[in-house]
C-alpha cells in the first residue's frame, strides 16, 4: 500500500474533522474554523508537490468552510488562492474560484479588490479561452467598478481594451461609443488628454469599416470641436486622407496614405487588422464607396 503524502495526509484529516459532529463543548462555527486551517494547509502542501488541481480543490473546501464561519473576508481569500492554482491549467475553475471571490468583495463593498479580480476573469477568457466576448463583458464590469472607486485610469484602460474587443467582433457602434467615453475621460486631465487622439483614431477607423465615410466626417468634426489642436494631428491628417481614398474608390492613393503613416507611427497588430477590413470594403465595392 503506497504511503499517504503529507498533503494527502491533511486533506484526510480536514475531511474528517469537517465532518465530524460537534461534541458538546465545541461549536459548529469551531469545527469548521479548524478544518478550513487544516484545508489551507493540505492546499499549500499540494502546492509545494506541484499538485494545482488538488490545491486549487483544497482551498476551494477551505473557502467553504470560511463561509459557514460567516468569515467572509477569510473566504473570499481562499477563494482566490484557490483561482490562482487552477489558473495552472484548469481556467474553467479559476473563473469559478473568482466569480465566487467577486460575489464576497461586492457583497462587502470592496469593489476596487472585486474589479481587480474581474479583470482577472477577462485575462483567463482571452488568453486560455479565447472567448473574447466573455473577456469584453468582465472588462466592462470592471471597467465600471473603478469607475465608481474613482479609479478613472484604471477605468479607462479596461473600457479601451473592451473597445478593441467590440472592434475585433465587428461590433462597430458599440467600440466607437467605448473609444468616445475613454477620449471624454482623458480630456479631463492635462496628464491624459496627449492620449486623445488614439481613441479617435480607432473610433474613427471603426467608422470606415462600417463603409460609412459620412459618419466618420461628422465624428472628425465633432472630436475637432472637442479639441481644437486636434485636426492638425498626424492622426486627424491620417483619417482625412483615408476617407478620400475610399470615397474615390482608389486602392493605390488607399495603400499609399497608410504606408506614409505607418512610418511614422507604427502600425499595430488590431489597426492592421481592420485596415486590411477597410481595404477589402473597397474592393467589394469600386466606385460606391
Given at each position: 500500500?503506497?504511503?499517504?503524502?503529507?498533503?494527502?495526509?491533511?486533506?484526510?484529516?480536514?475531511?474528517?474533522?469537517?465532518?465530524?459532529?460537534?461534541?458538546?463543548?465545541?461549536?459548529?462555527s469551531?469545527?469548521?474554523?479548524e478544518?478550513?486551517?487544516?484545508?489551507?494547509?493540505?492546499?499549500?502542501?499540494?502546492?509545494?508537490?506541484?499538485?494545482?488541481?488538488?490545491?486549487?480543490?483544497?482551498?476551494?473546501?477551505e473557502?467553504?468552510?470560511r463561509?459557514?464561519?460567516k468569515e467572509?473576508?477569510?473566504?473570499?481569500?481562499?477563494?482566490?488562492n484557490?483561482?490562482?492554482?487552477?489558473?495552472?491549467?484548469?481556467?474553467?475553475?479559476?473563473?469559478?474560484?473568482?466569480?465566487?471571490?467577486?460575489?464576497?468583495?461586492?457583497?462587502?463593498?470592496?469593489?476596487?479588490?472585486?474589479?481587480?479580480?474581474?479583470?482577472?476573469?477577462?485575462?483567463?477568457?482571452?488568453?486560455?479561452?479565447?472567448?473574447?466576448?466573455?473577456?469584453?463583458?468582465?472588462?466592462?464590469?470592471?471597467?465600471?467598478?473603478?469607475?465608481?472607486?474613482?479609479?478613472?485610469?484604471?477605468?479607462?484602460?479596461?473600457?479601451?481594451?473592451?473597445?478593441?474587443?467590440?472592434?475585433?467582433?465587428?461590433?462597430?457602434?458599440?467600440?466607437?461609443?467605448?473609444?468616445?467615453?475613454?477620449?471624454?475621460?482623458?480630456?479631463?486631465?492635462?496628464?491624459?488628454?496627449?492620449?486623445?487622439?488614439?481613441?479617435?483614431?480607432?473610433?474613427?477607423l471603426?467608422a470606415?469599416?462600417?463603409?460609412?465615410?459620412?459618419?466618420a466626417?461628422?465624428?472628425m468634426?465633432?472630436?475637432?470641436?472637442?479639441?481644437?489642436?486636434?485636426?492638425?494631428?498626424?492622426?486627424?491628417?491620417?483619417?482625412?486622407?483615408?476617407?478620400?481614398?475610399?470615397?474615390?474608390?482608389?486602392?493605390?492613393?488607399?495603400?499609399?496614405?497608410?504606408?506614409?503613416?505607418?512610418?511614422?507611427?507604427k502600425?499595430?497588430?488590431?489597426?492592421?487588422?481592420?485596415l486590411?477590413k477597410?481595404?477589402?470594403?473597397?474592393?467589394?465595392?469600386?466606385?460606391?464607396?
Open positions: 500500500m503506497p504511503t499517504k503524502s503529507p498533503a494527502e495526509t491533511l486533506l484526510e484529516k480536514a475531511n474528517k474533522k469537517a465532518s465530524s459532529s460537534a461534541g458538546w463543548f465545541s461549536s459548529s469551531s469545527k469548521f474554523e478544518a478550513g486551517d487544516l484545508f489551507q494547509q493540505a492546499a499549500n502542501s499540494f502546492k509545494i508537490d506541484k499538485l494545482f488541481r488538488e490545491a486549487g480543490d483544497a482551498f476551494s473546501r473557502a467553504e468552510c463561509e459557514k464561519c467572509a473576508n477569510e473566504a473570499s481569500n481562499a477563494w482566490w484557490a483561482a490562482k492554482a487552477y489558473k495552472r491549467g484548469y481556467p474553467d475553475l479559476a473563473i469559478q474560484a473568482l466569480t465566487q471571490t467577486i460575489t464576497l468583495l461586492t457583497q462587502s463593498g470592496r469593489f476596487r479588490q472585486a474589479a481587480d479580480r474581474e479583470k482577472e476573469v477577462a485575462q483567463i477568457y482571452r488568453q486560455e479561452l479565447s472567448d473574447i466576448r466573455k473577456a469584453c463583458e468582465s472588462l466592462v464590469r470592471a471597467g465600471d467598478w473603478y469607475a465608481q472607486e474613482d479609479a478613472t485610469a484604471t477605468a479607462n484602460a479596461c473600457f479601451k481594451d473592451a473597445a478593441d474587443i467590440h472592434a475585433e467582433l465587428e461590433e462597430y457602434p458599440q467600440a466607437i461609443a467605448r473609444y468616445e467615453q475613454v477620449a471624454d475621460h482623458s480630456l479631463t486631465s492635462a496628464l491624459t488628454k496627449y492620449s486623445v487622439k488614439e481613441y479617435w483614431l480607432r473610433a474613427s471603426c470606415l469599416a462600417m463603409k460609412d465615410t459620412i459618419t466626417k461628422r465624428n468634426t465633432k472630436y475637432s470641436s472637442q479639441d481644437t489642436t486636434f485636426s492638425s494631428t498626424r492622426e486627424a491628417k491620417f483619417i482625412k486622407g483615408l476617407i478620400d481614398a475610399i470615397e474615390s474608390g482608389d486602392h493605390e492613393m488607399f495603400t499609399g496614405t497608410v504606408v506614409e503613416f505607418d512610418q511614422v507611427v502600425l499595430d497588430n488590431w489597426k492592421t487588422a481592420i486590411l477597410i481595404k477589402r470594403g473597397i474592393q467589394d465595392e469600386p466606385g460606391i464607396l
